[in-house]
């Protein structure tokens, strides 16, 4: 019996610090709508990059582009197929009937902020350099840490779609150390039966000659569906469901990363020399480090249980 308590005093310390183990916090979200959490320093919508026409890298939203009206959201963001979206009239006198690309429809709230790219090459001449950007976040007394961020893209086959030279980055560094890869996202020629989610109206969505934009990383990426939370079959790019559940907003993409530290630093580089892709809520999950106390205590109870029983 002493044996048997020995081992259930074991299995209850076991399982007290298992249940630590388990419990995955949100500790770092940049919403780009003032609801940051953990955020030590980010990126300064100030510090847009407008090209003109439909060239943009920054944080916007459908209901004030930061360009204008016109020219108007890049019509490669925009499902327009049931109302004028990217020129900001919303109505369907204005819509582009037969749209077949377009990641923010109808259903999107216009007010939600989310971070564009589109079309690099000029941004990329003045600064000799690809785009960049970055958020760091306190990750102080927390493990087994995770970057979530939402994804969409959708490319127009009648424009040759991405360019292979397509390269948008997400890379981390731990209290200032150097940059690991996270999050690599390049057009995939090896999409098999893949097709897009449908356009406001119905119609099909176009793939492109070079493929959809696909998610990779040194670690598995992983795509979670915005109808419900399940795990896509696969982490492709894709647009924002028409209507129903997840309406207006994108699929996340998560990864796991190495290492701990006081400060986490997520930083985005962007070659997207053709087309356009949004992203939303970079978000790190992490599991609270328990004190050294926290152990020390939970194992003097357990051993406090045994010695009465063996009394």
């Known amino acids: 019996m002493k044996r048997h308590w020995y081992i259930a005093c074991l299995a209850f310390l076991g399982a007290s610090i298992n249940y630590q183990a388990v419990q995955a916090d949100v500790i770092g979200r940049e919403d780009f709508d003032g609801g940051a959490v953990g955020l030590v320093s980010g990126f300064d919508p100030a510090a847009n990059l407008d090209e003109g026409g439909g060239d943009f890298f920054g944080v916007a939203n459908l209901a004030s582009w930061p360009q204008g009206y016109p020219p108007g959201v890049p019509f490669s963001l925009t499902d327009d197929s049931v109302i004028d979206v990217a020129g900001g009239t919303r109505d369907a006198a204005n819509a582009f009937a037969g749209d077949t690309e377009g990641v923010f429809g109808q259903a999107r709230e216009i007010n939600d902020n989310f971070f564009a790219i ?129 309406a207006g907003y994108l699929d996340t993409f998560q990864t796991p990363l190495t290492g701990t530290g006081d400060t986490l630093t997520i930083r985005l580089s962007a070659s997207l020399p053709f087309e356009a892709m949004a992203f939303d809520n970079v978000t790190i999950l992490g599991q609270q480090v328990p004190e050294p106390s926290s152990f020390a205590l939970l194992s003097l109870g357990a051993l406090t249980i045994l010695r009465r029983r063996r009394d």
Do not use: C, H
């Open 118 to 246: 589109s079309d690099t090459r000029d941004s990329e001449t003045a600064l000799g350099a690809p785009p960049t950007a970055e958020w760091t976040f306190n990750v102080q007394g927390y493990a087994d840490l995770i970057l979530q961020v939402d994804l969409g893209a959708q490319a127009n086959s009648s424009f040759d779609g991405f360019s292979t030279a397509t390269n948008v980055a997400f890379d981390y560094s731990i209290d200032g150390g150097a940059f690991m890869p996270a999050i690599a996202i390049a057009p995939s020629a090896d999409f098999g039966d893949f097709v897009y989610r449908a356009m406001d109206d119905g119609g099909v969505a176009e793939t492109g000659v070079n493929g959809p934009l696909t998610a990779t990383g040194p670690q598995p990426v992983t795509k979670l569906m915005v109808e419900d939370g399940t795990v896509g079959a696969n982490t492709f790019l894709d647009k924002t469901p028409a209507s129903g559940a997840g």
